[in-house]
């Protein structure tokens, strides 16, 4: 059956005849009306099954990153975004042996990866060559970036730098809402994305659960392109209204929603890596809940106290108020509260060891199909769909 593996659907790259174009075309239906089937139902079996996969494949380990937040300074001015261009909001940027300290400490209590993340600036274009190089010649972290949209050139010099990996979250695969929301281009958006996978990182990726404007069909679409570019990490969140922003008086994103997404992507996609994301944690709290998903990865801020309170990209992020250690300690006991094993290596994907593929969901939808037909009724489709419409008039 076709519609078990995944073949190259290219939403946003088509460039074949028009007959295997209908055909991916057909398939990307399927796909995406299967997914949002899986969207609607019930998430307790799509839970049951995303932590048996996690289980599987990582033997319960749960990978503990830190991450420093290492300039709140950016050019961009993303609708949904706190620290966006036109916030008032006071500017930072740490100096490059603060980060190197900051980057040795974290391994000193124990983790295995450093994710440096900003703002999209030009400040470190150069400078993070040197930071990237120190790092991991004094340490043996991996070291991830998230530093948004940048030149094949700048990745090159930072991946030769001894980079392992990047962060670029696609957001939404919509075209038009990424415009509304960004201002920006989602073709330029892969065109990073791949200009990262070309350059063998390890790629993440991501979307935002609950935008205004955003439909049930955007979220499968979403998830059927991680698939497709067979992503090393996925970043899964809940919008989170921040004031100060235009979208500041929006519902706030599904937490239920954003779970199933988490769950149908570790269930399609396998042994990528998925964060319990912050934005995910700042909604339902520092709970065990937040690994019921599927999720593998959590991540621990080292930021200083007088910095990771301005980088407020939503309003109430957990973290700010928690020393590393302790958080770390914390954190700890939850995950072995919930039997899984905290786990501070590296944790880098081997591409290949599995390939996306669709069998298990078709499966579960089956399943629940039988159980109820009731269960995938217009009506709670049109419930979820309006959580994400009320702001529609904003943007
Ligand atoms: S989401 Fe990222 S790129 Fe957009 S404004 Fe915020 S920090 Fe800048």
């Known amino acids: 059956m076709y519609s078990y593996y995944i073949i190259i659907i290219s939403f946003h790259t088509v460039n074949c005849n028009t007959n295997t174009t209908d055909f991916k075309l057909h398939v990307a239906k399927h796909l995406m009306s299967l997914i949002e089937k899986a969207l609607i139902l019930p998430g307790e079996l799509l839970f049951e099954e995303a932590k048996k996969i996690r289980d599987k494949i990582f033997n319960k380990k749960i990978y503990l990153r830190a991450i420093i937040e290492f300039s709140n300074v950016c050019v961009n001015d993303c609708a949904y975004c706190g620290i966006r261009r036109s916030a008032d909001v006071k500017r930072y940027a740490m100096k490059e042996e603060e980060i190197v300290k900051l980057a040795q400490y974290a391994e ?5 990866t450093i994710v440096l993340q900003s703002g999209q600036n030009s400040i470190y274009d150069e400078s993070l060559c040197e930071v990237i190089r120190e790092i991991k010649e004094t340490t043996s972290l991996a070291v991830t970036l998230s530093c948004g949209e940048k030149s094949f050139e700048t990745y090159k010099k930072w991946k030769e730098s001894g980079a392992d990996r990047y962060l670029l979250k696609q957001e939404t695969s919509n075209p038009e809402l990424f415009r509304k929301l960004t201002n920006r281009s989602l073709e330029k958006r892969f065109a990073c994305l791949k200009a990262l996978l070309d350059l063998n990182y390890e790629t993440g990726s991501g979307n935002i659960v609950g935008l205004p404007e955003q439909k049930l069909e955007d979220i499968a679409k979403d998830i059927v392109t991680f698939a497709e570019w067979n992503f090393d990490m996925l970043g899964i969140g809940p919008f989170i209204p921040c004031y100060g922003t235009p979208l500041e008086n929006c519902r706030a994103g599904d937490v239920e929603l954003t779970m199933k997404v988490i769950a149908i992507s570790r269930i399609v996609c396998k042994d990528v890596n998925i964060p319990a994301t912050t934005a995910l944690r700042t909604k339902v709290g520092e709970v065990s809940n937040i690994f019921d998903c599927g999720a593998n990865v959590v991540m621990g801020n080292v930021t200083p106290y007088e910095y990771k309170k301005l980088y407020r990209i939503y309003p109430g ?21 919930c039997g899984l094993k905290p786990s501070g290596e590296r944790g880098s994907r081997k591409k290949g060891r599995f390939k ?29 769909e309006n959580i994400t419409k009320d702001c529609s008039k904003l943007l």
């Open 108 to 112: 000193d209590i124990g983790y295995g």
């Open 317 to 337: 992020k957990v973290c700010v108020f928690y020393e590393p250690e302790s958080w770390l300690e914390n954190m700890k006991e939850l995950i072995k509260s």
């Open 356 to 384: 996306p593929n669709f069998k298990t969901l078709e499966k579960i939808v089956e399943k629940l199909n039988n159980l109820s037909e009731d269960l995938t009724s217009w009506e709670k489709r049109l419930e979820i």
